[in-house]
C-alpha cells in the first residue's frame, strides 16, 4: 500500500516517531511518503538542534537508508509551532494518490484543515494525538478547545475516523469531547535490536573517548534550550558532589547550544562547574548508541524526549522531572523522580544512584530494558499502527 504521512515539521536525522514508523513499515512491504514543510521559515528552536543546511540531500540520504520518500512543502509562516501551509496543500497531497493517509495532530491547523475537507479530499485518514495536559498550556487553549468540540470533533466521530492516542492520557476525552473507546492507545516505542546493552561496546566506546571503565557516567543527550532546562541543568552540575572517596563521576553532555544569548549562558555556566564535564556536539540518531552504551545512567532536566525509549532499551535508569507521565515512566525500580524545577533534589537523585549497591543498581538496569522489551519494542508496535491504516482502508472502501 501507499501510505502518506503529513506532519508539520521532520528532520531526517531525529528520531522522532515517524522517522522509524516510515522505515518500519517499508520493511514491511509499505510505500511511504511524508508530506512536510520546507525549513525555510521554521522557527529556530525547532532546527537550532538538527539543523537545516543542506536539508534535501539529508532527505535524500535518508531514502537511500531507509526508502522513505520525503516531500517539502511551502509554509507561509509558522505560529505556536504550527505549520501554516501555502495554498494547494490538498491538491499536492490528492496528486500522490495515497491508499492511507495519516494525518500526525489532529489538533495542528494542518490536521484541521483536512479535517474540515475530508469529504473533498475522498481517501482514508488515520490520526494521531500526542497531547499532554501539562505541553497545551496555553492563553487562548480555552477558545480552541471550543471551536475543536464544535466543529472538528463531530467530523471524526460522525466519520469514524481512527484517532490513535499515542501517550495513556484522557486529554482528547476531556478537551475534546472524544470518548476513549471511541480511540486506540498505541505507544511510542524504539528499536530494541538496536539500541542494547553491550558490555564489549561500552568498554571500547569509553576506551575510544578516553574514559575509564570504573567511571561512573551521567549522560545527557538533547537540547540545550529553555524547554528541555538547559540552565537548570548546567546550574545543577556546576558545583562538586559530595560523594565517597576515590568515586569517579563524569557527565557526558551531547548537545549542540543554540548561539543566542540563551546557549552561551548554559555554556558559561558549564565552562566553570567544578565536576568533569565532557561535551559532544549533536548527534544524528543512530550514533547516539555509542553514548547510550557508554553511561550509566542518563538524565532529563525538563520535557522527557523520546529518547527516554531509546536509552532504557540500553539498560539506563533515569532521572526524570515529577509530572504525570514519569512517575509511571520511572516506577517500579527503572527510575527516579526530582521535583519539579529542584535544583537540590535533582542532585540528590544523581547521588542516590552513584552510591547506589551494585545489585540494586543492576535491578534497575534489567527492569529499564525489560520494561522497553515488554511495552515499547516499536516493531510490533510500528504493525499494529500499520493495521490500523490498512482496516480504515478497507471501511472506507467498502461503505
Known amino acids: 500500500m501507499r501510505f502518506v504521512h503529513v506532519e508539520d515539521f521532520v528532520h531526517p536525522n531525529a528520531g522522532y516517531q515517524l522517522n522509524l514508523l516510515g522505515r518500519l513499515q517499508v520493511k514491511q512491504g509499505h510505500e511511504v511518503i511524508i508530506v512536510t514543510s520546507e525549513l525555510d521559515n521554521v522557527p529556530d528552536f525547532l532546527v537550532s538542534f538538527f539543523g537545516k543546511d543542506n536539508?534535501?540531500?539529508?532527505?535524500?540520504?535518508?531514502?537511500?537508508?531507509?526508502?522513505?520518500?520525503?516531500?517539502?512543502?511551502?509554509?507561509?509562516?509558522?505560529?505556536?509551532?504550527?505549520?501554516?501551509?501555502?495554498?494547494?496543500?490538498?491538491?499536492?497531497?490528492?496528486?500522490?494518490?495515497?491508499?492511507?493517509?495519516?494525518?500526525?495532530?489532529?489538533?495542528?491547523?494542518?490536521?484541521?484543515?483536512?479535517?474540515?475537507?475530508?469529504?473533498?479530499?475522498?481517501?482514508?485518514?488515520?490520526?494521531?494525538?500526542?497531547?499532554?495536559?501539562?505541553?497545551?498550556?496555553?492563553?487562548?487553549?480555552?477558545?480552541?478547545?471550543?471551536?475543536f468540540r464544535k466543529f472538528i470533533t463531530p467530523i471524526i466521530l460522525k466519520n469514524e475516523i481512527p484517532l490513535i492516542r499515542v501517550v495513556d492520557s484522557d486529554f482528547v476525552e476531556k478537551h475534546f469531547a472524544i470518548p476513549l473507546e471511541k480511540t486506540h492507545l498505541l505507544s511510542f516505542g524504539t528499536d530494541t535490536d538496536y539500541f542494547k546493552a553491550n558490555i564489549e561496546h561500552k568498554h571500547n566506546y569509553r576506551k575510544e573517548l578516553g574514559f575509564s571503565d570504573d567511571e561512573f557516567i551521567v549522560l545527557y543527550a538533547g537540547k540545550l534550550d529553555i524547554h528541555k532546562g538547559g540552565t537548570f541543568l548546567a546550574k545543577a552540575i556546576e558545583k562538586k558532589f559530595d560523594l565517597p572517596l576515590n568515586t569517579k563521576l563524569r557527565f557526558v553532555i551531547v548537545s549542540t547550544t543554540s548561539d543566542n544569548e540563551y546557549g552561551r549562558e548554559v555554556d558559561t555556566i558549564l565552562s566553570k562547574s567544578e565536576n568533569l564535564i565532557s561535551r559532544f556536539p549533536t548527534q544524528t540518531y543512530s550514533d547516539l548508541e555509542k553514548f547510550y552504551k557508554l553511561a550509566d545512567i542518563a538524565v532529563f532536566p525538563r520535557q522527557c524526549s523520546m529518547s527516554y525509549f531509546e536509552v532504557q532499551s540500553c539498560s539506563l535508569p533515569v532521572i526524570l522531572e515529577?509530572?504525570?507521565?514519569?512517575?509511571?515512566?520511572?516506577?517500579?525500580?527503572?527510575?527516579?523522580?526530582?521535583?519539579?524545577?529542584n535544583i537540590e533534589d535533582f542532585r540528590s537523585k544523581i547521588i542516590e544512584f552513584v552510591t547506589m549497591n551494585p545489585d540494586e543498581?543492576?535491578?534497575?538496569?534489567?527492569?529499564?530494558?525489560?520494561?522497553?522489551?515488554?511495552?515499547?519494542?516499536?516493531?510490533?508496535?510500528?504493525?499494529?499502527?500499520?493495521?490500523?491504516?490498512?482496516?480504515?482502508y478497507k471501511r472506507f472502501y467498502s461503505k
Open 55 to 147: 536539508i534535501l540531500e539529508k532527505d535524500e540520504k535518508y531514502f537511500k537508508e531507509t526508502g522513505v520518500k520525503i516531500l517539502r512543502y511551502p509554509t507561509y509562516t509558522w505560529y505556536s509551532s504550527r505549520a501554516i501551509f501555502k495554498t494547494g496543500l490538498h491538491k499536492f497531497i490528492k496528486s500522490l494518490n495515497p491508499d492511507v493517509l495519516f494525518i500526525h495532530g489532529e489538533d495542528t491547523l494542518t490536521g484541521m484543515k483536512l479535517l474540515m475537507s475530508y469529504k473533498s479530499m475522498n481517501m482514508p485518514f488515520v490520526l494521531d494525538c500526542h497531547m499532554l495536559e501539562m505541553a497545551s498550556k496555553n492563553k487562548f487553549s480555552n477558545y480552541f478547545r471550543k471551536f
Open 322 to 341: 515529577e509530572n504525570e507521565i514519569n512517575v509511571e515512566r520511572a516506577s517500579h525500580k527503572k527510575g527516579l523522580i526530582f521535583k519539579d524545577s
Open 361 to 392: 543498581f543492576e535491578l534497575y538496569r534489567l527492569n529499564a530494558r525489560e520494561n522497553i522489551l515488554k511495552n515499547y519494542d516499536y516493531i510490533p508496535i510500528a504493525q499494529k499502527f500499520t493495521n490500523v491504516m490498512i482496516e480504515e
